[in-house]
């Protein structure tokens, strides 16, 4: 394989070359009409990270952001929440990977997250497996080891912020963007078709990882100084840990108010404020693989009463689709998934149902609470079984 120079971007081209070296290829197709057969592992070694690097590098699209959009971003926030928005320098800033250096579609999404904290004038920290940390650190990023696991990484990024006096935010490797719907901070619709009607027409204010995580932040301190009111009582504290909606699809979200306080926060993009050295620091359950998320939603909403999730803040992620990471904990059969769920019931049996629309998933409706927004309706459904099961 070789990468030339030329291509309609300037940035190369990828090359294939026969043996004989008197052709050129620019795809797959066109090698095994050559050969006349399909391609294999067999015919040839898996690329070296020189050549991944390479072949990914000129793929890695510029990252900018407006500067307006993320001043119009900050003025969605109230007096009290902006005299509570923090500097930059206030978070530690932790990206979860593991295993993404294996192909060029991660080493991708890698940087993209890189260059989008960069742009936001940070530089963060990466937890990695083992095997991969220095072809992590090739990549120019200030990278450690993950402790081994999926959640010892998460709980070994929170220990620092705590060590650091400073509050964690926890980034997944695959994100490309960060939207803010600020038009429809005081719209709530029921009706899906008008929903997505309305979406499409809103305003997209597209920000920064780090003015996210400053704006989630400021919303977190400024609910604990009001002691938000939850199921009727006065939570002392407040909440401790800040989400944004966990699909992509905003017209979910505008169902329900701007800001919920006990629905499902998504470990793809979160911030705990893990200052305050006097309360115990709620951590991950080491003995779960996959949906540790779900289980730290409800032990932070054990433990303080309630969450903040922005219900008009998404982000767009990869999730299952990407080599690596969590992706290579699932298995076909979904045995993985399943085994999770279990815990997840054992831990907190009235507050998950399954998802009637989706295998091996669940949905978290903490007694009492309103019902999560989903990217598929489930949360209907399953609040029509779990009612249903309860008169049974």
């Not at 120019?140 to 509050?167: H, M, T, W, Y």
Request: net charge positive.
């Amino acid at each position: 394989v070789k990468v030339g120079t030329f291509g309609h971007s300037g940035r190369g081209l990828q090359v294939f070359v026969s043996p004989d070296r008197t052709r050129r290829f620019y795809h797959r197709v066109s090698i095994e009409a050559y050969l006349g057969r399909k391609l294999t592992r067999e015919d040839g070694e898996p690329p070296s990270f020189d050549e991944l690097l390479a072949n990914a590098f000129h793929k890695v699209p510029t990252v900018q952001f407006n500067p307006k959009h993320e001043q119009d971003f900050f003025k969605c926030l109230d007096d009290d929440e902006k005299a509570a928005l923090p500097p930059a320098s206030d978070i530690h800033f932790c990206v979860i990977s593991a295993r993404r250096t294996r192909t060029s579609l991660g080493i991708k999404g890698c940087m993209v997250v890189h260059e989008s904290l960069k742009a936001g004038g940070v530089k963060a920290k990466w937890y990695v497996d083992k095997g991969s940390l220095e072809q992590y650190r090739r990549l120019g990023f200030d990278a450690v080891e993950d402790g081994g696991s999926l959640c010892a990484a998460r709980n070994k990024a929170l220990k620092e912020a705590r060590k650091l006096n400073k509050a964690c935010c926890e980034i997944s490797d695959d994100i490309s963007r960060w939207v803010y719907y600020g038009a429809l901070e005081k719209t709530v619709i029921k009706d899906e078709s008008e929903a997505n009607r309305l979406t499409k027409r809103c305003r997209k204010l597209q920000v920064s990882p780090v003015a996210a995580a400053r704006f989630l932040l400021a919303r977190l301190r400024a609910a604990q100084q009001r002691n938000v009111q939850h199921d009727g009582k006065n939570v002392t504290g407040g909440p401790k840990l800040a989400g944004v909606l966990p699909t992509g699809n905003v017209a979910r979200g505008i169902r329900f108010p701007a800001v919920t306080h006990s629905n499902f926060i998504l470990g793809d993009f979160f911030v705990v404020d893990s200052c305050d050295k006097k309360s115990d620091l709620v951590l991950f359950d080491e003995e779960m693989t996959l949906k540790e998320d779900y289980d730290f939603t409800c032990s932070h909403i054990s433990k303080y009463g309630s969450v903040l999730r922005l219900n008009r803040m998404t982000i767009a992620a990869k999730h299952a689709t990407n080599p690596g990471g969590a992706v290579e904990q699932r298995d076909k059969k979904g045995k993985e998934e399943e085994k999770n769920i279990d815990i997840l019931v054992r831990k907190w049996p009235r507050a998950f149902h399954r998802n009637p629309t989706r295998k091996h998933e669940v949905v978290l409706r903490w007694p009492g609470s309103e019902v999560q927004p989903d990217a598929d309706g489930a949360d209907e459904e399953a609040t029509k079984a779990a009612k249903k099961a309860k008169k049974a």
